[in-house]
């Protein structure tokens, strides 16, 4: 990001002025206070939102130059994970999973052994039939992420991942995200959990009121909530 400026409708100036560069393989925590422009950061990753002002690369893709019919083809490269999972209510961990793939259009044959795979990497072959009502939280964030990874991105961006499960679901995710970015992938991950941020030793950018106020590398959390 360079210069980048998210400024809403209502005059809020969320994000002032963010220069930033994330290389690729690297695990990343945004952290800072509630409000801070956390998720406008998170969202400008996955151009959920446009830059108001400064150049956001995707990449080397500019996002605000892509058009939204190209939007999808971009996504393509980034998985999303929630604190609220999103999964789709009436379709099975499978099914949630096998989505992600016939949105890109690919042949059905790959679909069925490329999303056992992932499920079986996340932990729940035995699951895979159950639809989310039928899951826990920390069951259900982990088909989220299967379903994040299963297009084999180039990067995640978590947004409060482990937001809505307890300490033990919250450390698994952890180990979970941990291990998919040794196997390569980039990982950005907005939060509060200061116990994980301090256990970990990642690369902390801290964001106040719309600026970089701290980054650095094996950093800590260094707020008390
Ligand atoms: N769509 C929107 N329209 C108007 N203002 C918004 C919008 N989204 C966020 N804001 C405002 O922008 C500022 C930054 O919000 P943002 O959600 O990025 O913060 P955050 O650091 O993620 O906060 P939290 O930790 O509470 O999730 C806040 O003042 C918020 O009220």
Redesign the pocket.
């Known amino acids: 990001m360079h210069d980048v400026w998210?400024v809403?409708?209502?005059g809020?100036?969320?994000?002032r002025g963010i220069d930033v560069r994330i290389d690729y393989g690297e695990f990343v925590y945004i952290v800072?206070?509630?409000?801070?422009?956390?998720?406008?950061?998170?969202?400008l990753m996955y151009r959920e939102?446009k830059p108001t002002h400064g150049v956001v690369l995707i990449n080397g893709v500019n996002v605000k130059r892509v058009r939204d019919w190209k939007i999808p083809h971009v996504r393509r490269k980034i998985g999303v994970v929630f604190q609220d999972f999103k999964l789709l209510p009436h379709m099975t961990a499978f099914e949630n999973v096998a989505f992600a793939m016939e949105a890109i259009e690919m042949p059905r044959r790959k679909i069925k052994p490329r999303v056992e795979e992932v499920l079986e990497l996340v932990g729940l072959s035995d699951r895979m039939h159950a639809l989310p009502s039928q899951l826990s939280g920390g069951e259900q964030q982990r088909v989220a992420i299967a379903r994040a990874i299963v297009n084999n991105p180039s990067f995640i961006i978590a947004?409060?991942p482990t937001g809505n499960l307890d300490p033990e679901n919250s450390w698994d995710i952890m180990y979970l995200l941990e291990e998919i970015n040794q196997r390569g992938t980039t990982i950005v991950m907005?939060t509060?959990n200061k116990e994980i941020v301090n256990t970990m030793r990642q690369r902390v950018i801290a964001?106040e009121q719309?600026v970089i106020v701290r980054d650095e590398l094996g950093g800590e959390y260094g707020y008390e909530d």
């Open positions: 998210k809403y409708p209502n809020v100036e969320a994000l800072g206070p509630s409000g801070a422009g956390k998720s406008s950061f998170i969202k939102e947004d409060e907005a509060h964001i719309g």
